[in-house]
């Protein structure tokens, strides 16, 4: 079968967390893809050649009518929770606009994702607008698969960044009652296996399945699992006085990134959402792993994701290269720079890649040595090793109190820090031509380990901003000196 020949899907929500997961997993299964966006090119970087890119809204009914043309199956993974309007109006609104858009296409299936709750009990705004939406679209006459899911554990979901959160900063928590309620939390690996397969699916009906992983646990267990696997030691001490909007605004201040959806979030966390269905094991040969084995592998797949990300990606994505000093982005420290010189990249990457040993780091080199003194009287390896050649570098070998991570010349170096620190942190350089020049991106990160990790990277800010800034000006000025033929200098 020809690629024009497959069938064609369509994906909304891909600039979410689940719907950007879903995206590449897609596009590596060689699915006929096409994604609806609000703003399609903040996803045009993000998607393979072969993927289709459509602008419209669930909200805007006519936008859908072009973007579901030869449609068979489309995912609908858009939900409004994060605004700061009614989510349930808008919700409902997207959901009959979108149901009545894929009846007029003819689309075969619709693949829904939802959320786990007893229907029949009493449940939160939130879920009770879930299930609505999948009502909404199972009227349409079009198939509609519906997953009910609890907890999605992986780097970067809002639950597992809340947990993330609450377990590095607070050493003690004081926790509310909806700490001990149960919930079946499951991975976002085999989430996306649920989703992918359902597109093969050969089932009639309009069948729901609950999902979720081995576990039965609650969000306390989370907490405590999580703290285990980063060598966290936390003590929590239940109270029964925080109600869900307590729990909300005390969320909002040690959590402030999830302030706007902590109560619809804690709404419904006060609810067990477990499952109570067990047809999606019959129907799917998937078995998904338990609670500790999915924090495992959110904690390993947050490492190989870093490596494979680009900083500057998402940095670039608001318009014009900026300065990021110090800003967190989820559990990392960032320090982030950018500086444009009138060479080629190859230039421009030279001093880059000379860096440490004999060519030192381009500024402040006392305060350099001086480190390294405090990394030796405490046991690290100091700036002692400096390196094994001036230019030439190696993935795996030595930069002084650096070990290079990642080399790909002319292009990018990652150095990855082996002195002691309460957390792990790398230096990072891109280096891509612009205009007539080239642009140098420098990024330092910091992934903190606990509160005590917190502290340091704020404590000793102003001098990551003399150092780094330092640092950026002395490789521009290497650079230029070095295309007019001059020896560059370390300050």
């Not at 992918?196 to 009906?205: D, M, P, S």
């Not at 239940?238 to 909007?245: I, K, N």
């Not at 795996?396 to 002319?410: K, Q």
Request: charged share 25%; net charge positive.
């Amino acid at each position: 079968m020809t690629a024009s020949e497959r069938p064609l899907v369509l994906l909304t929500g891909a600039s979410g967390y689940v719907g950007g997961r879903l995206l590449k997993a897609l596009e590596d299964g060689g699915v006929r893809l096409r994604c609806l966006a609000r703003r399609p090119d903040y996803l045009r970087a993000r998607v393979t050649a072969t993927t289709e890119l459509v602008g419209g809204d669930v909200l805007d009914r006519a936008s859908l009518d072009a973007a579901l043309r030869d449609v068979a199956t489309a995912y609908y993974l858009v939900h409004s929770m994060g605004s700061a309007a009614s989510f349930e109006e808008k919700d409902r609104a997207g959901a009959h606009n979108f149901a009545a858009a894929a009846r007029a296409a003819g689309v075969r299936r619709i693949i829904y994702l939802g959320g786990l709750g007893d229907s029949s009990a009493e449940l939160s705004t939130h879920l009770r607008s879930r299930h609505e939406v999948g009502d909404i679209l199972r009227g349409s006459g079009v198939q509609v698969i519906e997953f009910r899911a609890s907890i999605i554990i992986g780097s970067g979901s809002l639950s597992f960044e809340m947990v993330r959160a609450l377990a590095e900063r607070l050493p003690v928590m004081v926790t509310p009652k909806w700490v001990a309620v149960k919930a079946q939390p499951i991975a976002i690996v085999d989430m996306i296996e649920y989703l992918v397969a359902a597109l093969k699916l050969e089932a009639g009906g309009n069948p729901i399945y609950e999902i979720g992983g081995a576990d039965i646990v609650s969000y306390g267990d989370i907490l405590r699992e999580y703290s285990r696997q980063r060598g966290l030691h936390r003590m929590m001490i239940p109270v029964p006085v925080l109600t869900p909007r307590l729990s909300s605004l005390w969320l909002g201040l040690v959590t402030p990134l999830y302030a706007r959806v902590g109560r619809k979030l804690i709404d419904s966390m006060v609810h067990p959402t477990v499952v109570r269905d067990d047809s999606a094991l019959k129907a799917f040969s998937i078995r998904p792993r338990g609670m500790r084995e999915a924090i495992a592998l959110a904690l390993r797949n947050e490492d190989s994701d870093y490596r494979g990300t680009r900083w500057s990606d998402a940095m670039s994505a608001a318009g014009e290269p900026r300065d990021w000093g110090g800003m967190r982005f989820g559990n990392r420290l960032v320090d982030s720079r950018v500086v444009h010189v009138e060479v080629s990249p190859e230039r421009a990457f030279a001093p880059i890649q000379r860096i440490g040993g004999a060519s030192g780091w381009y500024y402040g080199e006392w305060l350099w040595q001086f480190r390294g003194l405090l990394d030796l009287l405490a046991g690290g390896v100091g700036m002692r090793r400096g390196r094994r050649d001036p230019v030439a570098l190696e993935v795996g070998e030595a930069v002084d109190c650096w070990r290079v991570e990642t080399f790909d010349s002319p292009r990018h170096l990652r150095l990855a820090a082996e002195m002691r620190l309460p957390g792990r942190a790398w230096l990072d350089f891109e280096v891509a031509a612009e205009g007539s020049g080239t642009t140098i991106r420098q990024t330092a990160i910091f992934d903190p380990v606990g509160l005590r990790g917190i502290m340091y990277w704020y404590g000793i800010y102003p001098l990551h901003q003399l150092v780094f800034a330092g640092m950026l000006r002395g490789i521009a000025r290497a650079t230029r000196l070095a295309s007019d033929g001059r020896k560059p200098k370390t300050q």
